[in-house]
């Protein structure tokens, strides 16, 4: 049974920098393509980025883009998020998930879900 377990998440000023992490247990790490998603108070889950298996394709929300940066460490099983410039509208629960595969967008694609790590971007 593959687990995910995300960190990181913590209130941060408006322009400030957080790092999240999502460390996979119980399965091989490169059967699977990774994604970040998020959920605000109020709103259905969204994408914001995903790593494929080998870290060589990236793709990401158009909120994320130029912001925000993923990235895989297949030695330590970890998946991170790079968030820089947080914005307000940043402001949501972290999800990590996996999926066996290629990259996707669609939150229906992915198999496993961590328990999600909260962003808080306030002043």
């Known amino acids: 049974q593959v687990q995910l377990a995300e960190s990181g998440g913590e209130l941060v000023q408006p322009g400030g920098s957080l790092r999240l992490s999502c460390v996979v247990s119980g399965d091989t790490f490169l059967r699977y393509a990774m994604g970040w998603f998020r959920q605000a108070p109020g709103k259905d889950r969204e994408f914001v980025a995903a790593i494929n298996i080998m870290a060589r394709s990236t793709r990401y929300a158009d909120s994320a883009k130029d912001r925000f940066t993923i990235s895989r460490d297949t030695g330590k099983n970890t998946m991170s998020l790079q968030m820089n410039n947080l914005r307000p509208e940043d402001t949501a629960m972290y999800y990590c998930?996996?999926?066996?595969?290629?990259?996707?967008?669609?939150?229906?694609?992915?198999?496993?879900w961590g328990q999600g790590t909260q962003v808080t971007v306030s002043s």
């Open positions: 998930a996996a999926r066996p595969g290629t990259t996707s967008s669609n939150m229906g694609d992915y198999v496993y």
